[in-house]
């Protein structure tokens, strides 16, 4: 087992304050270990992008942490709660440490400004001593190394597509090599030919760079292929967590197993396509018990009546894997 | 540089459109300026001096319409505007280059600084949303609502007087001589004190709040996410990422206000009886001064053609994504 670099534990996010509020993330435990591609998939509205926003302190009101901690572990010294950081420290934790690359492509860069200013004030703000020519050749060989050539650092974001503006805005999340990258759908705004591209050069720049990933999507079909962990988001909980391929074979929570059916795969034996009846929850209405049990093909009593832990299952014992399921042999 | 061009273009056309209407209006409504004149005059002029009058105004029965045009416009280029009435002999440009300086220099400097900080406050209301700036608001517009005149008048009555500070009218103490002195100049900010105040308070609350609006929306915007994730100073992100793409349509709507510094403020030059243009207006037309209001419209229009085409180039100039590749 590798070190840990981001360990987020009994996280909740709310939205909105008191009675009223939305609880969105819910209990989620779950660790990024150094170097590692770890997937993070469910429907729109589990609670995926709000635990990223969350985790880098970034909501926007009325978005709330209403508790839980993220410890994270930097390359050298003690580890810190990234929750306990004062303002200063936030900021200089940001980019520096963790980095994140946002959905929208199209809008992350600012539309008045070169893509040379925006690279180069977060080199500015993160390390004031450099030289300006120092911090130019940085950015230079970032861009570079994302497939964007050095003279396109004066380009305006309407002067790039979208391909080459999601690669600049990669490039800008690595510029200050952090240990941790969190990807919020990066590629969910580009046809599947760039999509592809992208991806491949990102597990390239993973190796060369070492820093760990938190891919998060709703295409499980891409992280299946593409990282080491996947876990499975549903009404704000972690349902699943377990190694791709495992997961892939041998997903042991009903909804993982739905959401694998819902894509074809390209090799093997052909399996019958299936949906996943129903819709997402109302986070304002959670269903009691385990909130998947209205949708779930084999719910039984127990799952409307208690809400189920995420266990290492007693029919695989495996420590690597976890599932929030009341099925047999599915708890420890 | 080729769009700069065609703006050019666009504009001197239209700076020829306004130029001819301004020509053929006096020759369309009812009567003449030279009848107007002469019942000025009450009978007491000769034939001979009647028809020097309408040679002299250009309204030569004996020339064409298109020779009239013709000399019309080697007038204008020689800064001719003929004659005023009400002034009578005093050239209209003459009258012009005096009350001029004195428009630009108490509305320009007003607008301005009512721009300038309309749009800082707003940048702070905006940013820092349910703070006390916003309670600042409908102060603001409240006081943006009261119709100019009123406020102007409310002014000099309250702080105006004999023994006031501030002089009820006027451009500068009568007895003083225009000159570049620190007595003349004194006396000079001293009366337009009360107007610029007045204009001020009616007009920032606009700035204050398109630029406020504009924070707010940009604020929701993907980069300014980006902008905070990347540990940039908060100031930074508030001014560089923020105000700088929110400043963006309040720029334009600074540019095309500067071309009605010149025309829009009748009100305050008629409250204050200011020595500026918008008071020669108010005089020109009591007075039925044709010239005079011709020359009056020719530099308002003008004024509003350079303002746009100024909007444009700093449009140009802040906006990217509005140049266009040759």
Redesign the interface.
Same mark, same amino acid.
């Given at each position: 087992m590798k070190a840990p670099v981001l360990e987020i534990k009994n996280f909740h996010v709310d939205y909105g304050l008191g009675e009223q509020a939305v609880q969105a993330v819910r209990d989620v435990t779950l660790t990024l270990h150094r170097g590692e591609v770890l997937g993070l998939a469910g429907e729109s509205g589990s609670g995926k992008s709000t635990l990223a926003y969350g985790v880098?302190r970034?909501l926007?009101p009325p978005g709330v942490i209403s508790g839980g901690s993220v410890v994270y572990h930097p390359a050298s010294g003690d580890p810190y709660d990234v929750m306990t950081l004062t303002?200063t420290e936030? /900021? @200089?934790? /940001?980019?520096?440490e963790t *980095?994140?690359v946002?959905q929208?492509a199209m809008? *992350?860069?600012?539309?008045?400004? @070169?893509v040379s200013t925006q690279m180069l004030?977060?080199i500015k703000? $993160?390390e004031p001593h450099l030289s300006p020519q120092a911090r130019i050749a940085r950015a230079q060989e970032m861009l570079k190394l994302v497939g964007i050539s050095a003279d396109r650092m004066d380009a305006?974001p $309407?002067?790039l597509s979208g391909g080459m503006r999601q690669r600049v &805005?990669i490039g &800008?999340a690595l510029v200050l090599e952090p240990q941790v990258v969190i990807m919020d759908e990066p590629t969910t705004a580009l046809d599947v030919v760039m999509q592809r591209q992208i991806l491949a050069q990102l597990v390239e720049l993973r190796e060369r760079l070492g820093f760990s990933v938190l891919f998060i999507t709703h295409d499980l079909s891409l992280l299946v292929e593409f990282s080491d962990r996947i876990a499975i988001m549903y009404g704000g909980r972690i349902v699943e967590e377990a190694r791709s391929a495992d997961l892939y074979k041998d997903s042991l929570h009903p909804y993982s197993e739905g959401l694998l059916k819902s894509f074809p795969a390209l090799r093997g034996e052909r399996r019958e396509l299936a949906g996943i009846p129903g819709s997402p929850p109302d986070l304002r209405g959670m269903p009691s018990g385990c909130s998947f049990h209205p949708r779930c093909p084999q719910a039984f009593d127990r799952c409307a009546a208690e809400i189920p832990l995420l266990e290492i299952p007693s029919a695989r014992n495996d420590p690597n894997r976890s599932v929030a399921c009341w099925l047999p042999g599915r708890t420890a | 540089m080729k769009f700069l061009l065609q703006r050019l273009a666009f504009y001197l056309f239209t700076a020829w459109a306004a130029l001819t209407i301004n020509f053929f209006i006096p020759r369309l409504i009812p009567g003449d300026p030279v009848t107007s004149l002469i019942n000025k005059f009450q009978g007491q002029m000769s034939t001979d001096a009647i028809n020097s009058l309408y040679v002299l105004f250009g309204l030569d029965k004996n020339a064409s319409i298109w020779s009239q045009y013709v000399d019309y416009w080697g007038q204008v280029f020689h800064g001719d505007l003929g004659l005023s009435f009400t002034f009578f002999p005093t050239p209209v440009s003459e009258i012009l280059r005096q009350s001029l300086p004195w428009t630009i220099a108490l509305v320009g400097i007003t607008t301005f600084a009512s721009f300038m900080i309309g749009t800082s406050l707003g940048v702070l209301a905006g940013w820092r949303r349910g703070s006390i700036m916003d309670g600042l608001l409908p102060v603001t517009t409240f006081l943006s609502s009261i119709p100019y005149f009123w406020l102007g008048l409310l002014a000099i009555t309250l702080l105006a007087g004999p023994d006031s500070f501030f002089p009820s009218s006027g451009g500068y103490e009568p007895g003083l001589v225009p000159s570049w002195n620190a007595e003349f100049i004194g006396s000079a900010v001293q009366h337009s004190l009360l107007p610029a105040i007045t204009i001020l308070i009616s007009s920032v609350s606009g700035w204050i709040l398109t630029m406020r609006n504009m924070m707010v929306t940009v604020a929701? =915007?993907?980069?300014i996410?980006?902008?905070?994730?990347?540990?940039?100073? =908060?100031r !930074?992100v508030m001014v560089?990422?923020a105000a !700088?793409?929110a400043l963006?349509p309040n720029v334009s709507g600074f540019a095309l206000s500067l071309g009605f510094i010149v025309g829009g403020t009748l009100l305050v030059e008629i409250v204050f009886s200011y020595p500026g243009i918008g008071y020669n207006l108010f005089q020109a037309v009591g007075a039925k001064d044709y010239p005079l209001m011709q020359g009056v419209f020719l530099v308002i229009t003008l004024s509003v053609l350079v303002a746009n085409l100024l909007a444009d180039v700093v449009y140009l100039l802040?906006?990217? !994504?509005t140049r266009k =590749?040759g």
């Open positions: 880098t970034l926007p303002d936030l /900021r @200089k934790f /940001r980019w520096a *980095s994140i946002f929208g809008n *992350s860069l600012n539309p008045v400004h @070169k004030d977060v703000a $993160h305006y $309407h002067q &805005m &800008m | 929701s =915007e993907d980069y996410t980006v902008a905070h994730a990347k540990g940039l100073p =908060e !930074r560089s990422y !700088r793409n963006l802040l906006d990217p !994504r =590749e």
